[in-house]
């Protein structure tokens, strides 16, 4: 699991750096950030950092459980960075079908 988040923690690094993830304009709603390609790369890898890390702290969490039999603060603190990732891609997830379904009509 910590190679995991390491990985995923690198993904984000790298959207940032070369502005990933940005959409185009005929996409409603994202599209409506198409000149300012930063806004979405930073939401999607800020989003994505924060699994990566939930996954490096779920790997502590894990150690800590096998030595001591309790999660401590890592449990709760995994618990947060997966719950808040969690909803916002549930969140960012469904406004997707839409705006994926608007780019298709927009460009047919």
């Known amino acids: 699991m910590g190679g995991l988040g390491l990985s995923l ?3 984000a ?3 940032i750096k070369y ?3 940005a959409a185009p304009a005929e996409e409603p709603i994202s599209g409506e950030f198409a000149n300012h390609p930063m806004v979405e790369a930073t939401f ?3 989003l994505i950092a924060i699994v990566g890390l939930g996954a490096l702290a779920f790997a ?3 150690n800590r459980v096998r030595s001591t039999g309790t999660p401590g603060a890592w449990g709760r603190v995994t ?3 997966w719950g808040v990732s969690g909803a916002l891609f549930l969140l960012f997830g469904a406004m997707n079908f839409f705006t994926h ?3 298709i009509v927009n460009t047919m």
């Open 101 to 103: 379904i608007g780019l």
């Open 9 to 11: 923690v690198a993904i």
């Open 60 to 62: 502590v969490l894990v």
């Open 13 to 15: 690094v790298a959207g």
């Open 44 to 46: 999607m890898s800020l």
């Open 19 to 21: 502005q990933l993830f």
């Open 79 to 81: 618990g947060w960075l």
